[in-house]
């Protein structure tokens, strides 16, 4: 196993033990989420999209992941810990209450579109 490897078992290791840390349900309403959701839908809500900026990579389906998951990702961008051109750009115009919101609206598989 190489560096890059080690490291990446690493990280997903200590990622899924937070996971499991975390309270089950965002703060944040979902019925707010709905008029927000419009930036994120483009890429998100398209099954088995792909696309090329910055690289080629497939986009992550967000409906039904963990609300807190959702909130931590999204402060991840939004603080710099976390790089990716578009996401970053986009949760930089985020407030708390509107990560909370989404998050809640997405953690909530039946009602996210």
């Keep these: 196993m190489n560096v890059s490897m080690k490291r990446a078992a690493v990280v ?6 937070f996971a499991f840390w975390l309270p089950a349900n965002a703060a944040g309403s979902a019925e707010a ?8 839908i483009g890429c998100h809500g398209i099954p088995y999209y792909r696309t090329a900026y910055p690289d080629v990579y497939h986009v992550p389906k ?3 992941q963990s609300a807190p998951y959702i909130v931590k ?3 991840a961008y939004k603080d710099g810990a976390r790089n990716h051109p578009s996401m970053t750009g986009i949760a930089r115009g985020l407030s708390d209450a ?5 998050a809640a609206y ?7 579109k």
């Design 33 to 40: 989420a709905k008029s927000k959701v419009s930036m994120c």
């Design 106 to 112: 997405y953690g909530n598989a039946s009602g996210a």
């Design 73 to 75: 990702a999204l402060q």
């Design 62 to 64: 967000i409906a039904g």
């Design 12 to 17: 997903i290791t200590v990622g899924l033990g």
């Design 98 to 102: 509107d990560i909370e919101d989404l």
